[in-house]
Nanobody, 128 residues
Framework: QVQLVESGGGLVQAESSLRLSCAASGGTFSSNAMGWFRQAPGKQREFVAG????????YYAVSVKGRFTISRDFAKNAVYLEMNTLKPEDTAVYYCAARGDLSTYTRDYHRDDTYDYWGQGTQVTVSS
């Protein structure tokens, strides 16, 4: 059973930076993909960024491309989301997710129903 634990959220001012971490345990990730999603109050959960564990391929939502960077650390079984130039509209609960099936990943990496495991989420609040 894979367990994901996010950390690093908080309250920051617009234009600030935050780094979210996701520590994974209970499984192997050499063939998996990881993703970050977020959910703002009253809105559906949306894709933010994704990375294939064994490759350098990364994917981003249009709204965060150029500001956010996803990365992974094999040794620590961790995934990170570096968020720069934060905006009030980035305010949300951020979730880390993991998926094992990569057969359709390049087509559906943005779909939350393709991910098997989820963390509990970490709140990010950006004030104007």
């Amino acid at each position: 059973q894979v367990q994901l634990v996010e950390s690093g959220g908080g309250l920051v001012q617009a234009e600030s930076s935050l780094r979210l971490s996701c520590a994974a345990s209970g499984g192997t990730f050499s063939s998996n993909a990881m993703g970050w999603f977020r959910q703002a109050p009253g809105k559906q959960r949306e894709f933010v960024a994704g990375i294939r564990w064994g490759a350098d391929s990364t994917y981003y939502a249009v709204s965060v491309k150029g500001r956010f960077t996803i990365s992974r650390d094999f040794a620590k079984n961790a995934v990170y989301l570096e968020m720069n130039t934060l905006k009030p509209e980035d305010t949300a609960v951020y979730y880390c997710a993991a998926r094992g099936d990569l057969s359709t990943y390049t087509r559906d990496y943005h779909r939350d129903d393709t991910y098997d495991y989820w963390g509990q989420g970490t709140q990010v609040t950006v004030s104007s």
